[in-house]
T-cell receptor
Framework: AQSVTQPDIHITVSEGASLELRCNYS??????LFWYVQSPGQGLQLLLK??????LVQGIKGFEAEFKRSQSSFNLRKPSVHWSDAAEYFC???????????FGTGTRLKVLA | DGGITQSPKYLFRKEGQNVTLSCEQN?????MYWYRQDPGQGLRLIYY???????QKGDIAEGYSVSREKKESFPLTVTSAQKNPTAFYLC??????????????FGDGTRLSIL
């Protein structure tokens, strides 16, 4: 079955430190890939997306993600975390052409001052 | 500004009662979706609709119903058959066109609780 795994439920980093959130998917072909961020009690905001082409994609708020086909991964990175980045982050996969997402269970980020 | 409006933000249901969650979008999107979010479980798809007057069950449709009479609107009814309705409900929309490669946009959610 198709699935998305975010192995880290919680991550804590200090402000100014680098960040990497992991996402692995299980799907035969290359799906469409997304990262969303959710603040408490709010909806989801798109950070970035990958459909094809360059495997390193840039998003909003200084985030980037790298698609690695060999590892079925789409990890999210930020070189220097700000306190306002504290939120929950979701990786989502859309098997090509289905228009339906499969979400990971999310990673909650805490930022220490 | 274009966007997705969900109302109400908070909703309380009594035992045996049906409640309806509203979702309206002015993005001129074809497809609309309803998700349920529970702590530690991510988002799970309840129903989705790709065109007016048509909709399909998602992964957890039991105890829910929807309608899509207008392109802009996709209300979700949580029926009394849904035994554990307490959750955060999110509505989303997207362009539905081959090769469009457009992501889903989300509303701010409705939190449903049982009295």
């Amino acid at each position: 079955a198709q699935s998305v795994t975010q192995p880290d439920i919680h991550i804590t980093v200090s402000e100014g430190a680098s960040l990497e959130l992991r996402c692995n998917y299980s799907y035969g072909a290359t799906p469409y890939l997304f990262w969303y961020v959710q603040s408490p009690g709010q909806g989801l905001q798109l950070l970035l997306k990958y459909f094809s082409g360059d495997t390193l994609v840039q998003g909003i708020k200084g985030f980037e993600a790298e698609f690695k086909r060999s590892q079925s991964s789409f990890n999210l990175r930020k070189p220097s975390v700000h306190w306002s980045d504290a939120a929950e982050y979701f990786c989502a996969v859309e098997p090509s052409g289905t228009y339906k997402y499969i979400f990971g269970t999310g990673t909650r980020l805490k930022v220490l001052a | 500004d274009g966007g997705i409006t969900q109302s109400p933000k908070y909703l309380f249901r009594k035992e045996g009662q049906n409640v309806t969650l509203s979702c309206e979008q002015n993005l001129n999107h074809d497809a609309m979706y309803w998700y349920r979010q529970d702590p530690g479980q991510g988002l799970r798809l309840i129903y989705y609709s790709q065109i007016v007057n048509d909709f399909q069950k998602g992964d957890i449709a039991e105890g829910y119903s929807v309608s899509r009479e207008k392109k802009e609107s996709f209300p979700l009814t949580v029926t009394s058959a849904q035994k554990n309705p307490t959750a955060f409900y999110l509505c989303a929309s997207s362009i539905y066109r081959t090769g469009s490669n457009q992501p889903q946009h989300f509303g701010d959610g409705t939190r449903l609780s049982i009295l």
